[in-house]
């Protein structure tokens, strides 16, 4: 069965430095997203992606934050200046598009900014 | 802005015992998905419903729009399924999903 897959499993940085979270995406899907959750809070919205470009965002997606898909399969959420805080589980999810499909998760990168 | 709450936060059964998850939210949606969400923090999706009712496996799920309001029941409940299960909104017109915080469900054997 296809699934998102997700890379690295667990990124350690300091703080300041640039972090690339990957994902792959089910390949025919044509939304992506990512999502953030804080250890013991709820999951969070980040981003959505359709298109090449971003559809919506929280509040939290701030200029700290880009997202790209650079070669058709891969779709990528860079942290810039990363900050304590930053430290969570990520996300990233895909659905087909077609009417209203279920969104596939992937296992998620955790991140641990020190 | 979606409220979505979920009840309860921490549930432990006998196995073999029906288990009951409950999700309201406070906005109309266009679609709820019910997720679990296992030790190791990975995610699954287990049902998105916009009305009535879904069934898969001992798993069934149910919405009442009108209410506002799902469930997310496990039949002859298995140590397996011990997880947390997380209910998420789709609000109309956007991309959004907005999560409970999650039903911390322990089987006992």
């Known amino acids: 069965e296809p699934e998102v897959t997700q890379t690295p499993s667990h990124q350690v940085t300091q703080m300041g430095q640039e972090v690339i979270l990957r994902c792959v995406p089910i390949s025919n899907h044509l939304y992506f997203y990512w999502y953030r959750q804080i250890l013991g809070q709820k999951v969070e919205f980040l981003v959505s992606f359709y298109n090449n470009e971003i559809s919506e965002k929280s509040e939290i997606f701030d200029d700290q934050f880009s997202v790209e898909r650079p070669d058709g399969s891969n779709f990528t959420l860079k942290i810039r200046s990363t900050k304590l805080e930053d430290s969570a589980m990520y996300f990233c999810?895909?659905?087909?598009?077609?009417?209203?499909?279920?969104?596939?998760f992937g296992p998620g990168t955790r991140l641990t900014v020190t | 802005k979606n409220e979505v709450e979920q009840s309860p936060q921490n549930l432990t059964a006998q196995e073999g015992e029906f288990i009951t998850i409950n999700c309201s939210y406070s906005?109309?949606?266009?679609?709820l998905h019910w997720l679990q969400q296992h030790p190791g923090g990975g995610i699954v999706s287990l049902f998105m419903l916009s009305s009535g009712k879904k069934k898969h496996g001992r798993l069934i799920a149910t919405i009442n729009i009108q209410e506002k309001h799902s469930s997310l029941h496990i039949t002859a409940s298995h140590p397996r399924d011990s997880a947390v299960y997380i209910c998420a909104a789709l609000n109309f017109g956007n991309e959004k999903l907005t999560f409970g915080t999650g039903t911390r469900l322990t089987i006992i054997p």
């Open positions: 999810a895909s659905r087909a598009g077609t009417g209203r499909s279920e969104q596939y």
């Open positions: 906005v109309g949606i266009s679609a």
